[in-house]
Structures are given as C-alpha cells and as structure tokens.
C-alpha cells in the first residue's frame, strides 16, 4: 500500500518561504501526476499546483508565480516551493495523487502570521 508523508509546514511571516516535502512508500511513485492540496478552516480541500511524471506543472491562479511544484522521482519525493506567502496561504497541505486520490493523511500544518 502506498504511503505519502508529508513534512515541512511551519509559521512564517508574510513575504516568507517555505518548501514542503512529500515521500511517498513505493517507487511507483513515479508514474503518478501528484499533487498539492490545502485546505483552510471552514473551507473544502483545493489542489493548488500538479505536477506530471515527466515534470509537466500547473497552479491555481492563486499561488501562481509564488509556488514551485517540483519531483525526485529517485528520491520519491515531491517538494512544493512556496515563496511569498500570503495570510491566506494558511492552511493544512496535502499531496496525494491527482487522479483517484490515496487516503488522505494527517497533512503539514503552514500558519502565516505576522
């Protein structure tokens, strides 16, 4: 069964960066599209940037040009690069698959507050 832990979440200050980490149990990791979800308080759960074996990406119009999705497909890893952050960027984040969803585990907590 395929396991995808990820790691990285923390508090920072607006205009701040972090990098999330997702590793993932298997290595047929690799033929999977990921992707990175959030989900704040009292919202649904949205996907905010995929990313295709080959290295093809995509992002919600709302993170565009401040977050980097980016795979080591050796490594089984899955990183998001998320470069000034926003008050609303908060939320739980998520990877899974893009396409039927694994089950979802506990997340990594990113709080931006000043």
Do not use: H
Not at 9 to 23: E, I, M
Not at 86 to 108: F, H, I, M, S
Request: aromatic share 10%; hydrophobic share 35%; proline share 4%.
């Amino acid at each position: 069964q395929v396991q995808l832990v990820e790691s990285g979440g923390g508090l920072v200050q607006p205009g701040g960066s972090l990098r999330l980490s997702c590793a993932a149990s298997v290595s047929i990791f690799r033929l999977y599209v990921m992707g990175w979800y959030r989900q704040a308080p009292g919202k649904q759960r949205e996907l905010v940037a995929f990313i295709s074996p080959a290295g093809s990406t995509n992002y919600a119009d709302s993170v565009k040009g401040r977050f980097t999705i980016s795979r080591d497909n050796a490594k089984n890893t899955v990183y998001l690069q998320m470069n000034s952050l926003k008050v609303e960027d908060t939320a739980v984040y998520y990877c899974n698959r893009k396409t039927n969803p694994l089950n979802w585990r506990q997340g990594t907590q990113v709080t931006v507050s000043s």
